[in-house]
T-cell receptor, first 115, second 113 residues
Framework: EAGVAQSPRYKIIEKRQSVAFWCNPI?????LYWYQQILGQGPKLLIQ????????DSQLPKDRFSAERLKGVDSTLKIQPAKLEDSAVYLC?????????????FGSGTRLTVV | AQSVTQLGSHVSVSEGALVLLRCNYS??????LFWYVQYPNQGLQLLLK??????LVKGINGFEAEFKKSETSFHLTKPSAHMSDAAEYFC???????????FGQGTELSVKP
C-alpha cells in the first residue's frame, strides 16, 4: 500500500512570498488532515477534510492560509503571504474514518523555512 | 480545553535499560490514546493505540503502554532500549468528535551505548 505522498520536501521562501504544498493521501482514505509542527512542539491541526468537505478549520489562520481538496482526493495547502512564524514542518495525514479511531498515516512532511 | 502533557522533553537511557515515557491527558470523556514515533526528517509513525478493551496494549518494536483511567495516564514503556529507539515520541488523544488528535509536545529519547 502506498503511503501518504507530500511535496515538496523542503522549501525556503522570503517573508511575504506565497507557497503551496501538495498532498496525496492513501487511496480510499476519506479523511485528510493538515498539521503544522513548529520546532520543539507537537503537531497542531490546521484543517480536516472529510471527502472534499471541510470538517474543522478552527485553527487555520484564514487571513493567510487556505486549503482545498478537489474531488475528495489530493489536497493543497497555501500560505499567502508567509510570515517568519510560519516556519515549520507541514504534515499531511489521512485515515480510513472520520473519528481517528484507527489513528493516522502521516506523510514525510514539507519543511518550510521563511527568511 | 482538552490537553496532553508529556513529562520531560528529553529522556536519556543506556542501551539495555528500561524506557519510560510519561503521558497524561485532561478529559472527563474516555479518549482514544496513541503513541507516535518520529525519526529525523520523517513523518510520524503509529507505535500503538488504545481505543477500548484491554488497558495494556502492545505495539511495534517491543513498546507497550497501559491506559490508567484513574490516573488519566498512558505511559509508554520498553523493557530494554536499543540504539535504534532514539527518536522523538509523541502522545496523542482523540475523541469521538470528528477525528481530531491533540498531541503532546513530544519527548526526545536518547540511547547511550
Amino acid at each position: 500500500e502506498a503511503g501518504v505522498a507530500q511535496s515538496p520536501r523542503y522549501k525556503i521562501i522570503e517573508k511575504r512570498q506565497s507557497v503551496a504544498f501538495w498532498c496525496n493521501p492513501i487511496s480510499g482514505h476519506a479523511t485528510l488532515y493538515w498539521y503544522q509542527q513548529i520546532l520543539g512542539q507537537g503537531p497542531k491541526l490546521l484543517i480536516q477534510f472529510q471527502n472534499n468537505g471541510v470538517v474543522d478549520d478552527s485553527q487555520l489562520p484564514k487571513d493567510r492560509f487556505s486549503a482545498e481538496r478537489l474531488k475528495g482526493v489530493d489536497s493543497t495547502l497555501k500560505i499567502q503571504p508567509a510570515k517568519l512564524e510560519d516556519s515549520a514542518v507541514y504534515l499531511c495525514a489521512s485515515s480510513t474514518d472520520g473519528l481517528g479511531v484507527d489513528g493516522y498515516t502521516f506523510g514525510s512532511g514539507t519543511r518550510l523555512t521563511v527568511v | 480545553a482538552q490537553s496532553v502533557t508529556q513529562l520531560g522533553s528529553h529522556v536519556s537511557v543506556s542501551e539495555g535499560a528500561l524506557v519510560l515515557l510519561r503521558c497524561n491527558y485532561s478529559s472527563s470523556v474516555p479518549p482514544y490514546l496513541f503513541w507516535y514515533v518520529q525519526y529525523p526528517n520523517q513523518g510520524l509513525q503509529l507505535l500503538l493505540k488504545y481505543t477500548t478493551g484491554a488497558t495494556l496494549v502492545k505495539g511495534i518494536n517491543g513498546f507497550e503502554a497501559e491506559f490508567k483511567k484513574s490516573e488519566t495516564s498512558f505511559h509508554l514503556t520498553k523493557p530494554s532500549a536499543h540504539m535504534s529507539d532514539a527518536a522523538e515520541y509523541f502522545c496523542a488523544v482523540g475523541y469521538n468528535q470528528g477525528g481530531k488528535l491533540i498531541f503532546g509536545q513530544g519527548t526526545e529519547l536518547s540511547v547511550k551505548p
